[in-house]
């Protein structure tokens, strides 16, 4: 764990530091919405823990307090999720093997492997993973243990303006990759197709229709 | 609307269901890579896959709120936040810049 710690420069450190205060911060609006929204406070803390993934947590949340089925609210929460499949087959060998496997498949979440990807060299990579995802496993039920607590106090996280920040986080770590035409070209059809088909299907699949954007690499291996 | 109708038995059997598929889906494709070999070329597309999915994201969580378009206020801030990120400003700055602008936007007004 210390290499792991020492084999980043202070710099990058202090980068994924900062997206988990970030993280931690949206885990207090998410606890407290969930608790003012009438679910009990166990809720938010055991969801944060157990499955790690804000937006299917807030969707799982939103349904239930909604009056909605439990089942319903499963199936959501999955279909947010099904992204982690292609996440995991994209991700280089930062996992490891035996009994760190379990622990690093659960910290594999949206921050931890953009950081992951955005080393080359893959002692690097492996160490902006674990130390991203260990921060997150700390921070996010950190936060949403605070945010439960402080319900109706720190609710309208809106008016500072914190919903900005898990996209703009996402945004400056991918976009060193998208110097490079081929990923840039089907990274940008993909959120195209993404965007048209948010209004008419469920939560968590208009991402996944993305990945229809790779086409874009085999037309442009063609047309050479 | 009453969130407390269920019962906890309920309420933790599908929070256990929903991290149980979770680490299923997160497990998948660590367990496929390591049970063959993937080919160079299919390699540098799934981790084109990644960041396209990443992007994806980007583009629904920043323009998009429920079903519909979201108000100006954040893909504004996102966008300055973009523009610094483009200008390879320190990391901190962008991060804040995102939250900042938005929230000055809608002090003035801007949903």
């Known amino acids: 764990m210390r290499t792991i710690w020492r084999t980043l420069d202070r710099s990058e450190r202090r980068d994924i530091a900062v997206v988990c205060l970030g993280v931690g911060v949206i885990g207090l609006s998410y606890g407290s919405s969930a608790v003012t929204s009438g679910l009990p406070l166990w809720v938010p803390m055991l969801l944060a823990v157990l499955v790690i993934a804000g937006a299917s947590e807030l969707l799982f949340v939103g349904i239930i307090a909604a009056g909605g089925s439990p089942i319903a609210a499963v199936l959501a929460g999955l279909l947010v999720n099904a992204r982690h499949v292609p996440y995991g087959l994209g991700l280089p060998d930062v996992i490891g093997r035996g009994w760190r496997r379990v622990l690093g498949t659960h910290v594999m979440n949206d921050e931890s492997v953009v950081f992951a990807l955005a080393h080359p060299d893959p002692v690097r990579s492996r160490a902006a993973y674990w130390i991203s995802g260990l921060g997150i496993l700390l921070c996010w039920p950190l936060g949403a243990a605070l945010g439960a607590l402080l319900g109706t106090v720190a609710h309208d996280t809106d008016a500072f303006g914190l919903d900005a920040m898990f996209p703009a986080v996402l945004l400056a770590l991918v976009l060193p990759s998208l110097r490079e035409r081929d990923k840039r070209l089907a990274a940008l059809t993909g959120a195209a197709i993404a965007l048209a088909t948010v209004p008419i299907l469920p939560a968590g699949l208009p991402e996944l229709l993305a990945l229809v954007g790779l086409a874009t690499l085999g037309i442009r291996r063609a047309a050479r | ?111």
């Open chain 2, 1 to 111: 609307m009453n969130a407390t109708e269920h019962e906890p038995v309920v309420l933790i059997a599908a929070i256990l269901a929903l991290a149980a598929g979770t680490f299923a889906c997160r497990l998948a494709g660590p367990l496929l890579r390591s049970r063959l070999q993937v080919p160079e070329p299919v390699q540098r597309v799934l981790e084109t896959a990644a960041i396209v999915l990443l992007t994806a994201l980007v583009a629904t969580t920043a323009l998009t709120q429920g079903h519909a378009p979201a108000g100006p206020a954040r893909p504004i801030g996102v966008a300055v936040a973009g523009i610094l990120a483009w200008r390879k400003a320190p990391f901190l700055v962008v991060v804040l810049s995102a939250a900042a602008a938005t929230a000055l936007l809608r002090l003035a007004g801007l949903a």
